[in-house]
Nanobody, 117 residues
Framework: QVQLVESGGGLVQPGGSLRLSCSAS????????MGWYRQAPGKQRELVAV???????NYKDSVKDRFTISRDNAKSTVYLQMNSLKPEDTAVYYC???????????WGQGTQVTVSS
């Protein structure tokens, strides 16, 4: 099973940018759909963006045109570029690796993103 480690979170002012990274090990992520989820205090975890093994992407409506998910299979890394950040983007962001054939899901430990002035 794949192991995931997120990085790149932090405190940023509204309108600012951050790039999250998710480094994978233990398996070849090219076979996995990779996603970024987030969970704000008192709320359920929600899907933010996903990129399939073929490179297709999908986004939560509220982050479209602001966030971009990408993957570098050679580096076993998935990125989430976040621009024009808003206070409502504040949450712990988690990386997910989903293998449809094996019906497995792996999660990272999460990285905190705080958008505040």
């Amino acid at each position: 099973q794949v192991q995931l480690v997120e990085s790149g979170g932090g405190l940023v002012q509204p309108g600012g940018s951050l790039r999250l990274s998710c480094s994978a090990s233990g398996s070849i992520i090219s076979f996995y759909a990779m996603g970024w989820y987030r969970q704000a205090p008192g709320k359920q975890r929600e899907l933010v963006a996903v990129i399939t093994s073929g490179g297709s992407t999908n986004y939560k409506d509220s982050v479209k045109d602001r966030f971009t998910i990408s993957r570098d299979n050679a580096k076993s890394t998935v990125y989430l570029q976040m621009n024009s950040l808003k206070p409502e983007d504040t949450a712990v962001y988690y990386c997910n690796a989903h293998n449809r054939a094996l019906s497995t899901d792996s999660w990272g430990q999460g990285t905190q993103v705080t958008v505040s002035s």
